[in-house]
């Protein structure tokens, strides 16, 4: 089964920090230093949404130059593969790939020189969304949660959530999960039928 980090939004304070923490660890690898999180507030709450690494991504099936893989139960991406279409984008469900603007010209690139570093927003482009941003002299590439499947301790944004409002969801989880929600269930109807016996009587 594929494995995803997701929230709970009853934790969630909205600091930021997993997108802090998700920018400062791609970063110190030579990745775009753009989040893979956006944090979404809404009236009710906040809570960062995410790559749901779908079984059968639609990312992967449009992606024309295959930089987008399903590998040890997630979706990957290659940024020195990207040439940035912009499709998966486009296919997303969730909406959680982000086009990012990087150097073209190899400055900063880590040893192997596979992943350009990032440049800063033109402020004209400021208002605009990321799928119509453009700036002549940029290479743009998608960028998507990948798990921080580059460090042995795992996303760095369960690492760093002050209230440890974020987990990872896997086949073992799901499989608790629908446990708890079956068994809460039948109790919430059992629970029911007691109250429709003693009230009807």
């Not at 990321?130 to 998608?142: D, K, Q, S």
Request: aromatic share 6%.
């Amino acid at each position: 089964m594929n494995k995803f980090v997701i929230a709970d939004p009853e934790k969630c304070i909205g600091c930021y920090t997993c997108e802090a923490g998700c920018v400062n660890v791609h970063q110190k690898v030579g990745l775009v230093a753009y989040p893979r999180l956006t944090i979404t507030r809404t009236s009710e709450g906040t809570m960062p949404v995410q790559c749901r690494n779908c079984d059968d991504a639609p990312c992967e099936k449009v992606c024309p130059v295959k930089a987008i893989t399903f590998e040890d139960n997630s979706v990957q991406l290659s940024e020195s593969l990207c040439i940035g279409c912009k499709m998966c984008s486009l296919a997303c469900p969730f909406g959680v790939i982000t086009p990012c603007g990087t150097k073209p010209d190899g400055e900063g690139l880590i040893s192997d020189g596979a992943y350009a570093m990032p440049v800063e927003t033109m402020p004209d482009e400021a208002s605009l969304h990321p799928l119509l941003a453009w700036t002549i002299g940029e290479r743009t590439v998608a960028v998507k949660c990948d798990l921080c499947h580059f460090q042995p301790e795992g996303p760095e944004c369960i690492r760093v959530c002050p209230t440890k409002a974020m987990y990872m969801v896997n086949g073992e989880t799901m499989t608790e999960s629908n446990a708890e929600k079956r068994a809460r269930s039948v109790a919430e109807v059992f629970a029911s039928d007691i109250l429709d016996h003693y009230t009807r009587d």
